[in-house]
């Protein structure tokens, strides 16, 4: 599967999409890249008068590109049935540095496991320094839609 | 392989997984990984995939599907072992 075609499966649309692209792919890792621009809404009120990115978002930053990328490109043809969705089920990340709003960030995932539906990754993310941000591990599951 | 030692082993394999404390002192051949543990879906791939290495054994999506206790996990254990 190609880069374009396991973003165009994104199941996410702005404001909540937290990729914007990939730099490569393979079965066993990803790297992709996001950059937090200065408009963000998430600025105006974390925190009042001292913009840093939430964590949540790092982490949502690492989910996205980390799992429903790598997990769109293992399942590759298989198709999800219309009631089945991605789920994030745990994540254990140290927060090193601040992201600062316009910063560019880099997503570096390695599939620990994926078996059963679940997917488990080793993640690191870096600024465009190459500095640590974050890193940690997630672990996300197909499941069925909650409201189905 | 005795049956007090399996169940000891799984024990400590659901150990990090269980969120009920004094079902998990209690573990025995009845006890259900969901229901009694409190063990989520998740974390269930995890006990499983530590069974796999412990016993140094593949589970496959069957007896994954069926290893929602002790009881049944025992049985595929040991099925494996013998088939080894």
New interface residues.
Partial sequence: MTIQEVLQKLPFAPPFLFVDGLDHINSEKVQGHFTFRKDMDCYRGHFKGNPITPGVLLTEVMAQTGLVCLGIYLLGDEVLGGNMTFGL??TEIEFLRPVFPGEKVTVYAEKV?F????LKCRVILKNEAGEDVCSGTI?G?IITKPHE | MDKETLIAQLKEIVKPYAKNQEALLNINENTDFVNDLKINSANLVDVILDVEEQFNIVIDNESMERMLDVKSAMEIIEAKLAAK
């Avoid at chain 1, 078996?115 to 679940?118: A, I, L, P, T, V």
Wanted: aromatic share 22%.
């Fill in positions: 089920t745990s496991y078996r059963f539906g679940k672990a599951m």
